[in-house]
């Protein structure tokens, strides 16, 4: 399995030579990944290289804390990845669809009106539920909430993984990837990007 690290910087459109239609696309900046940890089946049960980038300035003498951000990628059989080597854009290098991982932009509390697009109470006549989401409970039995009630809450701030994303381009000498629509997260936010 081919996969990379990197930083969201912003959107822009591009014109695909093929159609010579815009395309919107997600610029994302990609640090070459250094391997730091190689995980074995016989020691660990599974095959994983650990990679890290985005170098600190500051990180004292842990080294585990050299980079912004690590992350494991699985191996397949036969795939020699050792301690010690680096990972940069030219990976992925025909790989036409890749797999995406972030962490959504934070949103807050929200009620279940916008967190759910629950509809609105009576308006007038004295009707003092407007945006409250109504009956929660049960009776005598079970005499609780049930798991999974759809009730306000924190939104946004997750891990959210986006599949068959297509790579438009792929820019070797400034370390940079587009890839088509939206990729989760804020500006400046770490991705995983998987083939």
Do not use: W
């Not at 459109?13 to 239609?21: A, F, H, M, T, Y």
């Amino acid at each position: 399995m081919k996969g990379i690290l990197a930083r969201k910087i912003g959107m822009t459109r591009v014109i695909c030579s093929e159609s010579g239609l815009m395309t919107p696309v997600t610029l994302l900046e990609v640090s070459p990944s250094s391997v730091l940890e190689v995980k074995t089946t016989d020691n660990h049960g599974y095959a994983a290289a650990v990679l890290g980038a985005f170098e600190r300035k500051k990180f004292g003498k842990n080294e585990n804390k050299k980079f912004k951000f690590i992350k494991e990628l699985l191996l397949e059989e036969g795939q020699e990845i050792k301690k010690g080597d680096s990972l940069d854009v030219s990976t992925l290098e025909g790989v036409e669809k890749v797999k995406i991982t972030g962490v959504s932009k934070g949103r807050g509390f929200m009620g279940v009106v916008k967190r759910y697009n629950f509809s609105r109470g009576p308006e007038t006549h004295g009707s003092h539920h407007h945006r409250e989401p109504g009956s929660v409970g049960t009776c005598a039995k079970p005499a609780r909430i049930l798991k999974g009630k759809k009730m306000p809450g924190h939104q946004g701030a997750a891990k959210v993984t986006v599949q068959n994303v297509k790579v438009v381009q792929i820019d070797t000498e400034n370390n940079m990837i587009a890839l088509k629509g939206a990729v989760p997260g804020a500006k400046n936010g770490f991705v995983f990007i998987r083939e």
